[in-house]
C-alpha cells in the first residue's frame, strides 16, 4: 500500500487506532474498581471502542483521501510538496498525541471522554488555559508529546517518502477515493451514540466511546428537542399532570400555564438576601454526612443554627445549570443550558419579584462574567451584574485561573450591601464562588493546608473558612439582623457514577440563616434547587404571581422530589425511585438509588413515567412558547 499516494492514509489510520486503543487501556484499567472486569465484558468494551475508533478515522481519512485524488503526480512526487506534506504529517502528529493528553486530563476532572463541555471549553480558551497551566507540569507535558511526535515520525518517514514518490493513474485514485467516501457514508448512517447504550454501567459507556468521535458529535447534539428524542405523552393529559404538580387547577388557564398567584396571609418581610452558590460542595465534605477529616469545621456549627435540609439536590453537574434552577425554578432541560441559549432574557424569575418591590438586585461573580454567558443571561433577567473587571484596585488580595478568591468575593458583596443601605434599599445578591475548583487554590496562611498541596480537600477547607469569614465581616454591618443567607452548591465535585444519574453525585447541603427571624432546625424532606425560590419567598411572606416550577419545601402539602439532569438524561426521585428519560424515547427506572445501582427498562405510560414526563415535556412546551416573559 506504500507504492501508493495512500499509503498516507494507511500510516496515520494505524497510528491512530494503536493510540486509541492504548488511551482507552488506560482508561480501562484507571476504572477497575468501578466496572465489570471480566473478560466478555472487556472484549464488549474494546469491540464497540474499535466500531467508534474506526468510524472517527474513516471521518478523516476522507479528508486525506479527496485531498489526494486532485493532487496530480507531478506535484505529488516533488521535492517542495514532500517537505510540506512531511511539516503538515509532524503537526497533524503533534495535535494528535495534544488531545490524547488533554482527554486524559479531561477523564481526570469528569471521568468522561470528550463530550460538549470540551466544546464549550474552546470557547472559553483564556479561564481554561490558565487553570491547566496552574494545575500541571505543562512545559514537561509539551516538551513529551513534541518528543512523541518527533519519534513516531522518524519511525514512519520512510513509508511517507515511498508514498509520496508513487504514481497513481486518475481511474485507480478515483476507485479508492470512492471507497473511503463509501465506507465513510456507511459509517455515518449505521453508528450512532446508542451503541454505547449497551452498556448500564456509565464508566464502560465513557470507555467504550472515542473522545475524538464524541467531541464532533457534540457541535450538532447541544440542543435537543424533547418530543422527538424523549418519551411524551398527549399534551393535554400531560399539561394538566404538570399543572397539579405545581398546585394549580388543571382546569385553569391554556396548555402548561402553570401560572398561578401566591397568597400569603402573614406579614411581608422586606429582609435582605444573599444567596451563595459555592462552586463544587458535595454532601459527602460535611461532617453531617459521615466526612470525617474535618474539612468543613465552621460549616459543621453553622448549620445547627439555620434551616438545614439534608436530603436535597443538584439538578445538573455544571454551575449554569445551577443558576438555571435556582433563578428560573425550572427543571433541567436536555442539551444545552438556558444560560447558554439566545433569547434567554426578559424571563420571569427569583431576582424580578426582588426588583419589583424595590430591591438592588445583582449577580455578583468574582471571574470573568463572559464565561458561560452568565453576564448577558443575568443582565438579560433584570440584574445588574459585578464581575472581575468591576473589582477595584485594592480589592483583589488573591486570584487564580478562575477568578478572586472567595474571600475577596465576600468582602466585595458586603461593599456592595453597605451601599445599597447606605442608599435606602433592600438588596438581592447572588453571589458564585470559584475557588472550590481546580487548580484548588487559595491564599496562604487561612488554613492549615498550604495551597496548590492538598488538592479538593484543602479548596473545600479553605471554602468553610471563607464563609465563616464573610459571617463574621456581615455581622459587623447594620443590616446583619435583617438578612437571610441562603447557601447552595451548584453541583458535587464529581458527577459520573456506575449508572445513567447516580444520585449520591447530585447530593448537596441547602442551608438558609437569618436567626432573628429563622427558627433553626433540620429538614429531610426531598426536594432540588428549583425549590429555593419558592421556599425564600414563603419564608419572607412575599405574594406573588408564580411563574415557577418548584414549590416550598416547607409548605405540609409538598410533594417530595428531586429533578435531576445531565445533558442527555432527565431524571425524577421520588418515593424510593429514580424514573430516567433518554433519547430513543427511553424510560429506564432505580428502585432505592441510595443504595442500589440496579436499573430496568419500563413502560412510558406508568404513573412514575408520567409524571417525569409531566416535567420535561412541560418545562420544554413552557420554554419554546416563550410561557415565562414578562415581555
Known amino acids: 500500500m506504500c507504492k501508493s499516494r495512500y499509503g498516507i492514509i494507511l500510516v496515520y489510520f494505524l497510528l491512530s487506532m494503536v493510540c486509541f486503543t492504548l488511551m482507552r487501556a488506560v482508561f480501562y484499567i484507571s476504572s477497575w474498581n468501578v466496572i465489570d472486569p471480566s473478560l466478555l465484558n472487556a472484549l464488549s468494551v474494546f469491540g464497540v471502542g474499535l466500531v467508534y475508533d474506526v468510524t472517527f478515522n474513516l471521518y478523516v481519512s476522507l479528508i486525506f483521501a479527496v485531498f489526494l485524488f486532485i493532487i496530480p503526480n507531478g506535484i505529488l512526487n516533488s521535492k517542495i510538496f514532500r517537505y510540506i506534506t512531511y511539516l503538515f504529517f509532524f503537526g497533524f502528529l503533534y495535535f494528535l498525541y495534544f488531545t490524547f493528553a488533554a482527554e486524559w486530563f479531561f477523564w481526570d476532572e469528569f471521568k468522561t471522554r470528550f463530550n460538549f463541555i470540551a466544546v464549550d471549553y474552546l470557547v472559553y480558551r483564556r479561564e481554561v488555559t490558565d487553570n491547566i497551566v496552574e494545575s500541571y507540569p505543562i512545559p514537561y507535558i509539551l516538551s513529551g508529546v513534541f518528543l512523541a511526535a518527533l519519534a513516531t515520525f522518524w519511525m514512519v518517514k520512510g513509508f511517507l517518502r515511498q508514498s509520496l514518490l508513487s504514481r497513481e493513474g486518475f481511474l485507480r485514485r478515483g476507485m479508492i477515493t470512492l471507497s473511503i467516501i463509501a ?3 456507511f459509517s455515518y448512517q449505521m453508528v450512532d451514540q446508542s451503541f454505547r447504550d449497551a452498556f448500564v454501567n456509565n464508566y464502560e459507556k465513557e470507555l467504550c466511546s472515542n473522545g475524538h468521535y ?10 435537543l428537542d424533547y418530543k422527538p428524542f424523549y418519551a411524551s405523552g398527549p399534551d393535554q ?3 394538566e399532570l404538570a399543572k397539579k404538580l405545581v398546585g394549580k387547577d388543571p382546569a385553569i388557564g391554556d396548555l402548561y400555564d402553570i401560572s398561578r398567584n401566591i397568597r400569603k396571609e402573614r406579614e411581608e418581610k422586606r429582609l435582605n438576601v444573599f444567596v451563595i452558590c459555592v462552586e463544587s460542595l458535595s454532601a459527602e465534605f460535611l461532617t453531617r454526612f459521615g466526612q470525617q477529616k474535618n474539612l468543613t469545621p465552621f460549616m459543621d456549627r453553622w448549620f445547627k443554627k439555620g434551616l438545614f435540609f439534608t436530603r436535597f439536590y443538584a439538578t445538573g453537574t455544571r454551575t449554569i445549570r445551577a443558576l438555571e434552577a435556582v433563578t428560573l425554578s425550572i427543571p433541567p432541560t436536555p442539551g444545552r443550558s438556558l444560560v447558554k441559549r439566545p433569547d434567554n432574557g426578559n424571563m420571569q424569575n427569583l431576582g424580578k419579584v426582588f426588583k419589583d418591590r424595590g430591591y438592588d438586585i445583582a449577580f455578583i461573580y468574582g471571574g470573568r462574567g463572559y464565561f458561560d454567558n452568565m453576564n448577558a443571561f443575568y443582565s438579560g433577567n433584570g440584574f445588574r451584574v459585578v464581575d472581575l473587571y468591576d473589582f477595584e484596585d485594592g480589592e483583589v488580595l488573591f486570584q487564580n485561573a478562575w477568578g478572586v478568591s ?4 465576600y468582602r466585595k458583596a458586603v461593599k456592595e450591601a453597605n451601599r445599597a443601605y447606605a442608599e435606602g ?3 438581592f445578591y447572588f453571589l458564585m464562588t470559584t475557588s472550590n475548583h481546580r487548580p484548588y487554590t487559595y491564599p496562604e496562611g487561612k488554613i492549615d493546608i498550604p495551597s496548590g498541596t492538598g488538592g479538593r480537600n484543602g479548596a473545600v477547607k479553605y471554602t468553610d473558612y471563607a464563609l465563616g469569614e464573610l459571617l463574621s465581616l456581615a455581622r459587623q454591618q447594620k443590616w446583619f439582623d435583617d438578612t437571610v443567607f441562603v447557601l447552595v452548591p451548584d453541583h458535587c465535585a464529581s458527577s459520573n457514577g456506575e449508572v445513567g444519574l447516580p444520585l449520591n453525585k447530585y447530593h448537596i447541603p441547602l442551608f438558609i440563616y437569618s436567626p432573628k427571624h429563622i427558627p433553626a432546625k433540620e429538614v ?3 426536594s432540588s434547587q428549583i425549590d429555593i425560590g419558592p421556599t425564600l419567598l414563603s419564608l419572607l411572606g412575599f405574594s406573588y404571581k408564580s411563574y415557577f416550577w418548584g414549590n416550598d419545601i416547607l409548605h405540609e402539602q409538598f410533594h417530595e422530589r428531586a429533578l435531576i439532569g445531565n445533558y442527555q438524561k432527565l431524571g425524577l426521585y421520588e418515593d424510593k425511585k429514580l424514573v430516567i428519560l433518554s433519547p430513543g424515547k427511553k424510560v429506564d427506572l432505580m428502585e432505592n438509588p441510595e443504595t442500589e445501582n440496579r436499573i430496568k427498562t419500563i413502560d412510558g405510560n406508568g404513573p412514575f413515567s ?6 420535561y415535556q412541560g ?3 413552557f420554554l419554546k412558547h416563550r410561557m415565562n416573559r414578562w415581555r
Open 610 to 615: 408520567l409524571t417525569a414526563i409531566a416535567y
Open 183 to 185: 465506507l465513510s457514508f
Open 237 to 239: 393529559q400531560i399539561s
Open 214 to 223: 464524541q467531541f464532533v458529535g457534540a457541535f450538532r447534539n447541544n440542543i
Open 425 to 427: 434599599k433592600p438588596f
Open 406 to 409: 472567595d474571600g475577596d468575593l
Open 619 to 621: 418545562a420544554d412546551f
Open 524 to 526: 429531610s424532606k426531598i
